[in-house]
C-alpha cells in the first residue's frame, strides 16, 4: 500500500525529494537551525542535475523519443542553469519557465541539464556525448562565469590568450553542431550582484 502511493506521488513532492536523491532538494528541506550552507549544499546531488543512465534530468523522467506535438527544451550550464540561489526546484528558471509557458497554452517540455562548475567544454561534450539523442528544439544555454574564472586564473597573458581561445573553439564547435542537428541556441548570461569581483568574458 505505501509503495501505491509513493508511486502517486509527483517528483517534486517532498517526501520524493527528501529521500531521491537524484532530484534537486528543496531549500526548505535544510535545516537552517544548524547549517548555513546554500540550499543546495545539503543534497548529495549537488554536482549535477543529469542521471542519462537513468534517463533522468532535474529528477524528472525523459524518454529518447520526443512526444508528438511537444517543443523539448533543455537548459545547459553551470551552477545557475543547475538550480545556486534558487529558494527550491520548483524555482529554477527551467521550471518557472515551463510552467509559464504552459500556461499560455504552448506544448513545452523543459528539463534542467546543469552541471555545477560547468563551461563550454562540458557543455559541448555533454551535448555531443549524450544530449542530442533526446531530440532536443531548443537548448538554453548558460555559461560564461565558470570559463571566464578558469581564464583569470591562468598565469601569463599569453598562456590566457590560448586558453580563451581554445575556449573560442569549444563554442564554435558546440554552435555548429546545434546547427547541424537544427537544434535553436539560446545564450544567456549569468547574472550577478554587483557584489561579485568576477565578470564574465
Same mark, same amino acid.
Given at each position: 500500500?505505501?509503495?501505491?502511493? +509513493? ?8 517526501? @520524493?525529494?527528501?529521500?531521491? #536523491?537524484?532530484? !534537486?532538494?528543496?531549500?526548505? =528541506?535544510?535545516? @537552517?537551525?544548524? /547549517?548555513? #550552507? ?14 542519462? +543512465? @537513468?534517463? #533522468? ?10 512526444? *508528438?506535438?511537444? !517543443?523539448?527544451?533543455?537548459? =545547459?550550464?553551470?551552477?545557475?542553469? +543547475?538550480?545556486? &540561489?534558487?529558494? &527550491?526546484?520548483? *524555482? ?6 515551463? @510552467? #509559464? ?27 555531443? /556525448? ?10 538554453? !544555454? /548558460?555559461?560564461?562565469?565558470? /570559463? ?12 590566457? =590568450? ?10 564554435? *564547435? ?13 545564450? !544567456? ?13
Amino acid at each position: 500500500l505505501t509503495l501505491f502511493f +509513493w508511486d502517486r506521488l509527483p517528483p517534486e513532492h517532498g517526501l @520524493k525529494l527528501k529521500f531521491n #536523491r537524484e532530484a !534537486v532538494a528543496p531549500g526548505e =528541506l535544510v535545516d @537552517k537551525k544548524k /547549517d548555513r #550552507r546554500p540550499w543546495y549544499g545539503n543534497s548529495r546531488a549537488i554536482g549535477t542535475n543529469n542521471y542519462m +543512465w @537513468k534517463q #533522468r534530468l532535474g529528477g524528472r523522467p525523459v524518454t529518447p523519443e520526443k512526444p *508528438e506535438g511537444k !517543443v523539448r527544451i533543455f537548459t =545547459l550550464g553551470g551552477s545557475q542553469a +543547475w538550480g545556486s &540561489g534558487a529558494a &527550491g526546484s520548483r *524555482e529554477t528558471y527551467d521550471a518557472l519557465l515551463e @510552467k #509559464r509557458l504552459r500556461e499560455r497554452g504552448l506544448p513545452v517540455e523543459i528539463f534542467n541539464g546543469g552541471v555545477n562548475g560547468a563551461g563550454i567544454g562540458k557543455v559541448n561534450s555533454f551535448f555531443r /556525448d549524450a544530449l542530442a539523442r533526446y531530440s532536443p528544439d531548443i537548448l538554453i !544555454v /548558460d555559461v560564461g562565469l565558470n /570559463d571566464s574564472a578558469a581564464i583569470q586564473s591562468v598565469k601569463g597573458e599569453e598562456r590566457a =590568450l590560448r586558453h580563451m581561445n581554445a575556449l573560442s573553439s569549444l563554442f564554435d *564547435e558546440f554552435i555548429d553542431l546545434c546547427a547541424k542537428q537544427g537544434v535553436e541556441v539560446v545564450l !544567456v548570461l549569468e547574472p550577478m550582484s554587483r557584489e561579485t569581483p568576477l565578470r564574465p568574458n
